[in-house]
């Protein structure tokens, strides 16, 4: 089967692009809402590593009919960003989070997920999660339609600390732990996926 790109619409590239581009990671961001304590999270997995050096991250953030959502709305103001690898433990309470709601309603509330604040950052993190990458706004790229229309948000993130559980990180080879970490991927749909059958391959020299 071949479709070309021009002749397709935003739904079908969206369904194509998510279904073919599997697995996906999952961020769980946290940022702080404009009255400075209130807590926004939503997951996304439109989300991968840009650069080791320096250390960035990319999230890319879909606008609704054209207006910024609430994560990259507050990301640019505040300019702090809570990144969060999803695990399997806790997948079920960040999937609450992806329902729409108003833009001074907290998330968090809809869930048994716990906050906690890390002393020299503002923005709460979430406890559960045993990865943690507080990270920092380095640049942020419109994305425009070929209407010129902004249509996204590509957020590039500078990681700040690396927060690892004891249980998923080797201390004598600064190893991470990918089965202790239980990982879960985002395929397309209401569709996820967890680490299967893994297996190694050396480069060639």
Same mark, same amino acid.
């Given at each position: 089967?071949?479709?070309? #790109?021009?002749?397709?619409?935003?739904?079908?590239?969206?369904?194509?692009?998510?279904?073919?581009?599997?697995?996906?990671?999952?961020?769980?961001?946290?940022?702080?809402?404009?009255?400075?304590?209130?807590?926004?999270?939503?997951?996304?997995?439109?989300?991968?590593?840009?650069?080791?050096?320096?250390?960035?991250?990319?999230?890319?953030?879909?606008?609704?009919?054209?207006?910024?959502?609430?994560?990259?709305?507050?990301?640019?103001?505040?300019?702090?960003?809570?990144?969060?690898?999803?695990?399997? #433990?806790?997948?079920?309470?960040?999937?609450?989070?992806?329902?729409?709601?108003?833009?001074?309603?907290?998330?968090?509330?809809?869930?048994?997920?716990?906050?906690?604040?890390?002393?020299?950052? #503002?923005?709460?993190?979430?406890?559960?999660?045993?990865?943690?990458?507080?990270?920092?706004?380095?640049?942020?790229?419109?994305?425009?339609?070929?209407?010129?229309?902004?249509?996204?948000?590509?957020?590039?993130?500078?990681?700040?600390?690396?927060? /690892?559980?004891?249980?998923? /990180?080797?201390?004598?080879?600064?190893?991470?732990?990918?089965?202790?970490?239980?990982?879960?991927?985002?395929? #397309?749909?209401?569709?996820?996926?967890?680490?299967?059958?893994?297996?190694?391959?050396?480069?060639?020299?």
């Amino acid at each position: 089967m071949i479709f070309q #790109a021009d002749e397709l619409s935003t739904k079908q590239h969206y369904k194509f692009l998510s279904g073919a581009v599997i697995p996906r990671p999952i961020a769980f961001i946290t940022t702080l809402m404009e009255d400075g304590k209130s807590v926004n999270a939503a997951p996304f997995s439109f989300f991968n590593i840009v650069s080791s050096d320096p250390p960035l991250l990319s999230i890319s953030v879909q606008r609704a009919a054209g207006q910024q959502k609430d994560t990259a709305r507050h990301a640019i103001r505040e300019q702090e960003v809570m990144v969060h690898i999803v695990s399997a #433990a806790f997948v079920n309470e960040v999937n609450k989070t992806a329902a729409r709601l108003p833009p001074n309603e907290s998330e968090i509330d809809q869930t048994a997920l716990t906050l906690k604040k890390l002393a020299a950052y #503002a923005t709460p993190v979430i406890a559960e999660a045993q990865i943690i990458l507080p990270t920092r706004m380095e640049h942020v790229i419109e994305i425009k339609n070929d209407a010129g229309e902004v249509t996204a948000d590509l957020l590039l993130l500078r990681v700040q600390a690396y927060i /690892f559980a004891d249980a998923v /990180f080797d201390k004598q080879k600064e190893y991470l732990l990918a089965e202790a970490m239980q990982p879960v991927a985002r395929l #397309a749909g209401n569709d996820y996926a967890e680490l299967g059958r893994t297996f190694t391959l050396k480069r060639p020299n």
